[in-house]
Nanobody, 125 residues
Framework: QVQLVESGGGLVQPGGSLRLSCAAS????????VGWFRQAPGKEREFVAT????????NYADSVQGRFTISRDYAKHTTDLQMNSLRPEDTAVYYC??????????????????WGQGTQVTVSS
């Protein structure tokens, strides 16, 4: 059974940091690309970051470039999103997603096959 579980969300003050983690199970023998997306209230889901299967290709949304870092741990089948210098506009539910049999980076939601349940990130003083 394919499963993605996000963790690490919470409440943080502006300028603070959080580290999100996405744990994958049920397809760990397959190659797959991982992406992080987010959805704020009243807005459409938007791309945040993606990392290729090999890990040599990474893309970020312009809004998080230089502040967020995506990384993979192949032994643990986890993908983390380190978020620094957080801003109120980063407040959203964050989702991880995987594209099975996809090896390159992908920034469009339709390119992903499975999604986690999401974790809330709130940036507020």
């Amino acid at each position: 059974q394919v499963q993605l579980v996000e963790s690490g969300g919470g409440l943080v003050q502006p300028g603070g940091s959080l580290r999100l983690s996405c744990a994958a199970s049920g397809f760990t023998l397959a190659v797959y690309t991982v992406g992080w997306f987010r959805q704020a209230p009243g807005k459409e889901r938007e791309f945040v970051a993606t990392i290729s299967w090999v890990g040599n290709r990474i893309n970020y949304a312009d809004s998080v470039q230089g502040r967020f870092t995506i990384s993979r741990d192949y032994a643990k089948h986890t993908t983390d999103l380190q978020m620094n210098s957080l801003r109120p506009e980063d407040t959203a539910v964050y989702y991880c997603a995987v594209g099975i049999q996809r090896t390159m980076v992908a920034s469009r939601a339709y390119q992903y096959d499975y999604w986690g349940q999401g974790t809330q990130v709130t940036v507020s003083s």
